[in-house]
């Protein structure tokens, strides 16, 4: 065991004295379907003893531990209950989890995003259980009279060895509810773990599976209005007039009006992203009679002043320019090939790169592209709202609950401590619902109307208003010497109207000669993070080049990164490179013997890439068949390392979307423009993978090397995007520069 001084999350650990009594600390009526029927596990405990701000056990045993995230499909939901479970030394069995109440006094960072829950989670998650065990010891041996160092847990049960005595958890939970917090636990080591590195199902499947209320277009309450509302139908317009007469009389409609969702000059968060700020809403007693009364308003538009200001962004202000007029995608492309034939902005630069390329026998320039992506999330945004003189109420599901509580508070003109946001489990998000305006436009809108009500959008909402992926543009060029040797590197990325430049990460500290720029080009069109921000479109794009090199240099694709990764590890260039190159190497070297790569199979094409990003290391092989002229994936094997593998089944689960997820959008999707509307606007013309088209198999192995924890929501997703490329180019001898790679071609899986 490691013994650790209790320094995290220290009010998480503070009782109040009327819980030591028993009964539910907080109240989850509307969550009540997250537990377990007695038929499935246990009986309920008549009381509860809560132990600290993650736990409470009742007098039976039965233990509920809190789960801090909001849940997007990455199962944290059963995975961070799991770290606590396994220090309490609890058996899982006896174990009921509830989703946490926002509460950033008693959980920290309490966001889903960035592929960090778990990362972040782990030191406190590993104290809550282990301090509620050392509270359950003390008081055992307080009952016995018997020194705290004689006395053993295991699976839910205390143990004196010296005197016989056992009693399980229950047993002792009022008394070590009334224990002063220990000032130092003992953690785990790994070789005593019993809960982490098994597989655990997830808590909520037999809920999802059964169409049991869960999500946010489940909840329900009394007397709750539907609304819904008019978007503008492209970037670069405003509202300029409504009719509403024809909707306000039709049945169901309770009214219609204008809401602005900010004020000028209000202050925001860094996630209140917004496409379109004033809004024509409807508001009624069903969905379906709000559908129709929003097709009968009339609205006139009229263009957008551009503007420049400075925005919040992560504590810090950032600007950001909003011109007018009405954009187009070709528009947006030839900028972006302007701007990448200009001078951009020196990120990083190693060495004497512009001398390096001089002196070149031979140079490789290729550019590669990307459109604008939507996230799709299958529940569209929705949120309830139900705003009081005194408190506002909201549910729902957001990634970022914490700074929507601010966004809320500032907005309604209430203190933060009468805002109360609940989550729901989400069906989706991909980062798209890290930005909530639709929650503040709910509060607004309950606020106006002084009554409950649910705010949906429609897909359609949800597919042409933003937020998307960037859309990029990347140029590499590679400068070698007469016998083949890489002398120079030069990356050179920008987006609208973002870059997705990491200048800091590999091939950065393996080549002696490295420059990286960067630029953008400014635009209307609201954007934001989608699933591995950046990464999405620079690792396949990286990793078609490095394929590309490789072949130009006469080697193995594989040894030719190991190669570089090697210098990085014995001579690093630079000191700011932002990866460990012996972990880098190990997932290569791993993808290298699982997939059997080299061994040549008769009729399969195989591609490979690998990338770092949200401290996860990724390589993947991709197998490919050709059939009457069309790509079919029959395999994708991927080596993962993630530090220590919290919940196995779920880890291979997440791995295997992001790879699915990462395929269907390179090859099919695509948010184009014409005179500022979006040409896509619901799933027959927005084009995602279909089942038939995923891979036959994916394989998933994970390096064993018990470092902490890091994620799994992203990294999977980006480099799989360049074995794809690398895979076709092998089946039909055409390199892929431009996303989305196989819009006019059938792929069969």
């Not at 000032?183 to 809960?195: A, T």
């Not at 859309?471 to 590197?489: G, P, Q, S, V």
Request: with cysteine; net charge neutral.
């Amino acid at each position: 065991m490691t013994l650790v001084k209790i320094s995290h999350g220290r009010r998480s650990f503070i009782k109040s004295s009327a819980l030591a009594g028993g009964g539910m600390m907080i109240g989850f009526s509307w969550l009540a379907s997250c537990k377990p029927t007695p038929e499935q596990l246990l009986s309920m405990p008549k009381e509860w003893f809560n132990i600290n701000g993650f736990l409470k056990i009742g007098e039976n045993g039965v233990v509920t531990i809190m789960s801090p995230n909001p849940e997007i499909g990455q199962n944290v939901k059963t995975s961070m209950p799991m770290i606590v479970a396994e220090e309490l030394d609890v058996d899982w069995k006896y174990v009921i989890v509830e989703q946490a109440p926002l509460d950033t006094s008693i959980f920290t960072r309490q966001i889903a995003g960035g592929s960090q829950s778990i990362r972040h989670g782990w030191e406190g998650l590993r104290m809550a259980g282990a301090t509620a065990r050392q509270m359950l010891v003390e008081a055992a041996a307080k009952a016995w009279g018997v020194p705290v160092s004689e006395i053993t847990t295991e699976a839910s049960k205390i143990h004196h060895k010296n005197s016989g005595k056992s009693a399980g958890y229950g047993e002792m939970a009022s008394a070590a509810a009334n224990i002063e917090v220990p000032k130092e636990v003992k953690l785990k080591d790994i070789s005593e773990y019993k809960i982490i590195g098994t597989s655990k199902n997830n808590v909520d499947g037999q809920k999802i599976v059964t169409g049991k209320p869960l999500y946010g277009l489940d909840y329900k309450k009394e007397g709750m209005l539907i609304a819904m509302i008019v978007h503008p139908p492209a970037f670069g317009l405003k509202l300029k007039s409504f009719d509403d007469t024809t909707a306000k009389s039709m049945p169901g409609i309770k009214d219609v009006f204008k809401i602005n969702v900010y004020k000028e000059g209000e202050e925001t968060q860094w996630c209140d992203t917004i496409s379109f700020n004033e809004l024509v809403v409807v508001v009624g007693n069903t969905t379906w009679e709000v559908m129709n009364a929003k097709k009968a308003i009339t609205c006139e538009w009229e263009q957008i002043n551009g503007n420049e200001k400075e925005v919040p962004f992560f504590g810090k202000t950032k600007k950001v320019s909003t011109p007018s007029g009405l954009e187009n995608s070709s528009d947006h492309l030839a900028k972006m090939i302007a701007a990448s034939k200009s001078a951009g902005t020196i990120v990083r630069k190693d060495g004497d790169p512009e001398t390096a390329f001089k002196k070149a026998t031979t140079i490789l320039e290729r550019s590669y592209t990307a459109p604008f992506l939507a996230h799709s999330p299958l529940e569209p945004m929705n949120f309830f709202a139900h705003v009081t003189a005194e408190k506002a109420e909201l549910v729902g599901p957001i990634q970022t609950p914490e700074f929507m509580e601010k966004s809320a508070s500032a907005r309604l003109g209430l203190p933060i401590e009468k805002i109360d946001i609940q989550m729901t489990r989400m069906g989706g998000g991909f980062g798209r619902r890290l930005y909530g305006h639709f929650v503040v436009e709910a509060a607004v809108i309950s606020q106006k109307m002084n009554t409950p009500i649910k705010l949906i959008y429609t897909r359609e909402d949800d597919m042409t208003t933003g937020i998307y992926r960037p859309a990029y543009h990347a140029t590499y060029r590679a400068a070698l010497d007469e016998n083949k040797n890489l002398i120079a590197f030069h990356v050179k990325t920008g987006g609208v109207p973002e870059s997705s430049l990491s200048a800091n990460r590999f091939p950065a500290g393996a080549i002696d000669n490295y420059l990286a720029e960067e630029w953008t080009v400014v635009s209307n069109v609201s954007v934001g993070a989608f699933r591995a921000p950046g990464s999405n479109f620079i690792a396949g794009a990286e990793q078609s080049f490095l394929d590309e090199l490789a072949e130009a240099m006469g080697k193995d694709p594989i040894d030719m990164r190991l190669e570089l990764l090697e210098k990085a590890k014995t001579s690093p260039v630079g000191k700011d490179n932002d990866y460990e190159a012996e972990r880098y190497a190990g997932v290569l070297q791993l993808i290298k013997e699982k997939s059997g790569w080299g061994k040549e199979s008769s009729g399969l094409h195989r591609g490979v890439a690998a990338y770092f990003c949200h401290n996860t290391y990724v390589a993947q092989v991709l197998d490919i068949e050709m059939k009457d002229n069309t790509p079919v994936i029959r395999k994708v094997t991927a080596a993962v390392d993630c530090g220590l593998v919290i919940n196995p089944v779920a880890a291979t689960n997440l791995s295997e979307g992001g790879i699915v997820d990462g395929l269907g959008h390179s090859m099919f999707s695509a948010i184009t423009l014409k005179d500022g509307a979006p040409q896509q606007n619901n799933f027959n013309t927005y084009r995602l993978i279909r089942h038939i088209e995923a891979p036959k198999e994916i394989e998933v192995h994970f390096v064993d090397n018990k470092k902490d924890p890091t994620g799994l929501g992203e990294p999977l997703n980006p480099p799989v995007i360049g074995a794809m490329a690398n895979a076709l180019y092998k089946a039909t001898g055409k390199r892929y520069y431009d996303q989305p790679f196989l819009v006019d071609t059938k792929l069969m899986g």
